[in-house]
């Protein structure tokens, strides 16, 4: 079982930057893949960030996914944030039907 902890949220100002930390226990995810999602209130949860067990990154742009399994994390930049980038921000560790989430990290981007 691994548990997955997201921290660094907050508020920050339009055309800031914030960094996303995901904490896993329990197991180690060297051997999952890592992806971080979000979902604002009334969408539904998209996909923004995704990283291989190689350290091979896709992400939408403006950001940057990244990962470090020594320190069993994950973590997630965002730069230039805008007020629709505000929502609730999930990290996923898993593979194949074996999946896990966090509980979410609020990032709310406004002036």
């Known amino acids: 079982q691994v548990q997955l902890v997201e921290s660094g949220g907050g508020w920050v100002q339009p055309g800031g930057s914030l960094t996303l930390s995901c904490a896993a226990s329990?197991?180690?995810?060297?051997?999952?893949?890592m992806k971080w999602y979000r979902q604002a209130p009334g969408k539904e949860r998209e996909l923004v960030a995704s990283?291989?067990?190689g350290g091979t990154a896709n992400s939408v742009p403006r950001f940057f996914i990244s990962r470090d399994n020594a320190r069993n994390s994950a973590y997630l930049l965002m730069i230039s944030l805008k007020s629709e980038d505000t929502a609730k921000y999930y990290c996923?560790?898993?593979?194949?039907?074996?999946?896990?989430w966090g509980q979410g990290a609020q990032v709310t981007v406004s002036s």
């Open positions: 990283i291989s067990t």
């Open positions: 996923r560790a898993g593979t194949g039907i074996l999946q896990y």
């Open positions: 329990g197991s180690t995810c060297t051997s999952y893949v």
